[in-house]
């Protein structure tokens, strides 16, 4: 007989080969890139769009007109352009009230308000909404023009004040930041392709059922290898999609780099260092992965068709989604009973632990969260495994959750 | 070549959902035979042969296959078609092949190239590399087949393996079937089809009802039944006809009887003796359904028959 590991390296191969070479795999490496790239591409529209920004009416004389854009022009400089609305100089009608409400309605311009008066007796006419908005920030615009001209009156013109600036390395409201920053994102990243793998997994898991091919195997090879086969097959799935996505963005970042300054890199790296964050974020992946991923083939074998495995999809989904929020929140938190759960929550320990590697520099507290990772690795394919034996091979098992419902239901 | 034994098992009992599937099982089938088992559908022809195989653990009852009592340890050396035939439908059929013998411990670049010998040695040269979804029905079930026995097993084991077939490949599986016995195989196969374990078994195991109603060699089954007399005279009438036995009947104008335990001559003398014209006379070996429908009983022949009409109706 084969050992184990022997025939789990057959099935592994068989599952690896068959979703490389699938369309599927083709949608699950492409599709991350094209909703990054339409992400990016988005953001950049956005950014250049200038309908982003609510425009107003300026219906006053010259001089007001001249002393708001200035104020804006100051403020927009020192925040950004985004930040306040655009000024669009309107020269006053004979019934200005009548003039405020004809922009508004008129669509072509698209107004979100109209100001009109004096800097001393400014109105602002618009929807109730634009108050909260719009109008705090032409408040502050109208402040500054109003302040610049009195004093400019007064014969005081004003002038930036000049900073000195001393150029320290970091500080630590930065660093922190930046290294939140990195843990949500690489538990993003791991979120996605997890929730992309159960899809694969539980499809593959599909097609067995249909198929028929589960007999075969059992006839052959134990079925703890077949399942710790496919589960292998899919981790290495994932590691040649991880590859390859990184090689696409790191390609992407040079040449963006090269034609211009597209993009810049956080200076600041994770707390223990990208190599030690690297090795600890692979295996973090690895246990996230195996974790979920013998959990949902423990949980998929117990549907007998594909629609039944269909109807597992959504629950898994939200089981993971929670598992994500669970670790999300306990990023940058000083304590308390949700983060310390999140740390021993076998199923969020890895996702907090990428965090806890980002933000502080002690490499100790991995050994035992590998451990207790491990640990939980070996319960958890032990238990799905022994699941997936009971129900694999039957196409109406007894013992299945979907049986039990189906008993009730007649 | 008739040494020990392939597989042996006793007293195997199987229930689902509290319903008995298997009674109380034996089986002992020789090494280097062809041996069949014979039953209706859901008489427990399968779950017998999973639990032989070890895809499931019996209830009671011990079983041994090719000398191991745990049957996987015997994986390497054992090819099993199950009934529910599964190819995934993306590979090739040369694929498809090299990975059943690969499942088996058998490299895959020499399950390649057996595959490819098997394909063309079996006129498939040309769907070598051949998805298996743009195969026919049959032709897949082959491959499969091919599959069972790339790693050159001692013991193939086959579910219902004409099931589905048209008569063409039920041809092409039982020369198949032939010469691995001819190359020392031991070959095990259940069927619902009588005709095929006549044409193919040394040694058959009747299973009714989740037991065994009857093990041995075909020839032993089919001597449970005295061979029948048919005769046809010229004159109908005469003394001749007391001396034939007392359950003598008439069918389609011939006198059918059991050949009595004394012989054919009596009868013979008797008839010569009082002139009734002998136009034809014949002793005749009952077949194997005989034997199955006294052996099982005439509702589970019923079965059988209705079962064949139904595979019948599907290949075609």
New interface residues.
């Given amino acids: 007989m084969m050992s184990v590991f022997e025939a789990a390296r057959v099935i592994a191969r068989r599952d690896f080969v068959a979703t490389v070479y699938s369309r599927t795999f083709i949608i699950f490496l492409v599709l991350p890139l094209v909703i990054f790239g339409a992400i990016m591409l988005t953001g950049q529209v956005l950014d250049d769009r200038d309908s982003s920004t609510p425009r107003v009416a300026v219906v006053a004389d010259s001089a007001t007109v001249s002393a708001l854009a200035a104020a804006r022009e100051r403020l927009a400089a020192a925040t950004s352009e985004h930040s306040f609305p655009r000024l669009t100089a309107v020269d006053p009608a004979e019934n200005v009230d009548i003039q405020a409400r004809q922009l508004l309605a008129d669509h072509e311009t698209g107004y979100s308000a109209v100001f009109s008066g004096t800097l001393e007796r400014p109105v602002l006419t618009g929807p109730r909404k634009i108050e909260e908005t719009t109008g705090r920030r032409l408040a502050l615009i109208v402040e500054d023009a109003a302040r610049t001209t009195a004093l400019a009156a007064a014969g005081r013109p004003t002038a930036p004040v000049p900073i000195s600036r001393v150029v320290t390395e970091q500080a630590a409201g930065n660093l922190q930041m930046v290294r939140q920053d990195i843990a949500r994102t690489i538990q993003g990243i791991i979120f996605a392709i997890t929730v992309m793998l159960a899809t694969l997994l539980l499809s593959n898991l599909a097609e067995e059922k249909t198929s028929k091919v589960i007999e075969v195997l059992a006839a052959s090879v134990p079925l703890d290898s077949v399942f710790l086969g496919k589960l292998l097959a899919m981790l290495g799935i994932s590691f040649v999609g991880l590859a390859l996505w990184g090689g696409v963005i790191g390609l992407a970042y040079l040449f963006f780099q090269a034609v211009q300054d597209f993009v810049t890199l956080p200076q600041v790296g994770p707390a223990v260092g990208w190599p030690a964050f690297v090795l600890l974020v692979l295996f973090y992946y690895g246990a996230n992965y195996m974790l979920l991923g013998a959990l949902f083939l423990g949980i998929g074998a117990q549907a007998t068709n594909l629609r039944e495995i269909q109807t597992l999809t959504m629950p898994i989904t939200l089981l993971q989604a929670g598992v994500f929020f669970l670790a999300l929140a306990a990023v940058g938190s000083p304590g308390g009973a949700l983060t310390w759960f999140a740390y021993i929550f076998p199923f969020s320990s890895s996702l907090v632990m990428i965090a806890f590697a980002a933000e502080n520099t002690a490499l100790w507290p991995h050994v035992p969260a590998m451990v207790w990772q491990v640990v939980w690795i070996f319960l958890v394919i032990r238990l799905s495994s022994r699941l997936f034996r009971k129900t694999a091979l039957k196409s109406q098992s007894a013992d299945s959750f979907f049986a039990i419902l189906r008993r009730r239901r007649t | 070549m008739h040494g020990g034994l392939a597989i042996e098992a006793k007293g195997l009992v199987k229930s ?2 509290g319903k008995e599937a298997v009674r109380g099982i034996d089986v002992a089938v020789p090494e280097g035979t062809i041996y069949g088992i014979l039953g209706p559908n859901g008489a427990g022809k399968t779950t017998t042969l999973r639990m032989l ?4 653990e019996p209830d009671a009852g011990r079983r041994s296959l090719l000398g191991h009592e745990r049957p ?5 050396i ?1 090819g ?1 078609l ?1 009934e ?8 090739t059929t040369r694929e498809a092949i090299a ?2 013998g ?4 058998l490299p895959l670049e020499t399950g390649r190239k057996r595959a490819e010998i098997l394909l063309r040695d079996n006129g498939l040269g040309d769907y070598v590399d051949k998805p298996i979804k743009s195969l026919s029905k049959g032709m897949a079930q082959t491959i ?1 087949l091919f ?1 069972t026995i790339v790693h050159k097993p001692k013991l193939v084991v086959l579910d219902e393996p004409f099931s589905g077939l048209d008569a063409i490949n039920q041809g092409r599986l039982e020369h198949l079937i032939r010469d691995e016995a001819e190359a020392g195989t031991t070959v095990i196969f259940s069927t619902h089809v009588i005709h095929h374990a006549e044409r193919l078994c040394e040694r058959i195991a009747i299973i009714a009802d989740g037991r065994i109603r009857f093990e041995g060699l075909v020839a032993e089954a089919r001597d449970r039944l005295r061979p029948q007399v048919r005769l046809r005279t010229r004159n109908e009438d005469g003394l001749w006809r007391q001396a034939l036995p007392g359950d003598a009947r008439v069918e389609g104008g011939f006198w059918l009887f059991e050949l009595p335990r004394g012989g054919i001559e009596p009868i013979l003398k008797a008839l010569l003796d009082g002139g009734a014209g002998i136009e034809e006379l014949s002793i005749e070996r009952p077949g194997l359904h005989d034997a199955f429908v006294a052996i099982a009983g005439e509702s589970a022949a019923r079965e059988m028959v209705a079962n064949e009409q139904a595979d019948l109706g599907e290949a075609a």
């Fill in positions: 689902f959902d195989l070890g895809i499931i996987l340890e015997a994986a390497r054992v099993y199950p529910e035939r599964g190819l995934y439908p993306a590979m990975f059943m690969a499942l088996r411990g499969q599959g």
